[in-house]
């Protein structure tokens, strides 16, 4: 074990090492995107200690990891630091955010980085390996719309190992819930409107200062010419989540954690 701790603290030390390369801060990019994430979540890290929580439990202490639609690594990120033994593969189509995510984890050979569309059937063509202990992902699936997001789980089922887990922290919407969803709304939106008061960045605002960097101008710009404005998908309930994966071929699925606006559900092969 403590060998296993000596490579990743000397992995860490490599990386920290190259957090600044060509004039670019990327551990700085790292935690801005991470401040930005937590204006629309100000719960985002308790979704991660349950994600990692549930990953021991079942796989244990070192496993293979697929961070799924991964964006700067946020997940690999605390996945490394909890567990030193862990590998982690990030997928994600956005150059911008994997530039930022190449960046931060340059030196540190338990994480790679894997450019793919998640809606080109063929993406898992492009994986290191065939499957994984855990696929993990969080607040990136909602622009999906329901068709492809059930494709999308035929696929995670087949790289998810027998024992293994999958699973999606996202926003979820609710049925038969106006009212409560109504007041939730504004309750989470007014905190946000403090937050911005103070000085948080916006969705809008974080990219444009994303633009403004030498190193992330063109990723920045061709991130718009692959998805255009941002856009939400269906965000269906967390029983459908549950159905369609169980349908997809994991044995058990359920809600492992949820706020007013978003839930965790958990499938286990």
Not at 36 to 50: G, K, N
Not at 82 to 107: C, K, Q
Not at 207 to 236: F, N, Q, V
Not at 243 to 267: H, I, K, N, Q
Request: glycine letters at 8%.
């Amino acid at each position: 074990m403590s060998d296993v701790r000596d490579a990743a603290q000397g992995s860490r030390e490599a990386r920290d090492a190259r957090a600044v390369a060509g004039g670019t801060d990327w551990r700085a990019w790292q935690e801005s995107w991470d401040r930005q994430q937590e204006w629309f979540m100000p719960d985002r890290e308790e979704r991660f200690r349950v994600m990692l929580d549930m990953v021991e439990a079942l796989v244990g202490p070192e496993p293979r990891v697929l961070d799924l639609a991964c964006g700067t690594g946020s997940i690999t990120d605390r996945l490394l630091r909890r567990f030193p033994g862990a590998t982690s593969t990030g997928v994600d189509l956005d150059p911008a955010l994997l530039a930022i995510a190449r960046g931060y984890f340059a030196g540190d050979e338990r994480a790679s980085f894997v450019a793919a569309d998640l809606k080109d059937p063929g993406w898992t063509r492009a994986l290191p390996h065939s499957s994984y202990d855990a696929v993990l992902t969080a607040t990136a699936l909602h622009w999906l719309h329901a068709d492809p997001l059930t494709e999308l789980y035929g696929r995670i089922a087949g790289l998810t190992r027998d024992g293994g887990v999958f699973m999606n922290a996202d926003h979820m919407a609710h049925e038969g819930t106006p009212r409560i969803d109504a007041a939730e709304r504004a309750h989470r939106h007014a905190g946000m409107d403090r937050a911005k008061a103070a000085g948080a960045l916006d969705w809008e605002q974080w990219w444009a200062k994303a633009a403004e960097d030498p190193a992330l101008a063109e990723p920045t710009a061709e991130r718009y010419r692959i998805y255009g404005s941002h856009a939400d998908g269906d965000m269906p309930s967390p029983d459908w989540h549950v159905r369609t994966l169980l349908a997809a071929g994991f044995g058990e699925a359920r809600a492992v954690w949820a706020s007013p606006s978003d839930t965790l559900v958990l499938a286990l092969k």
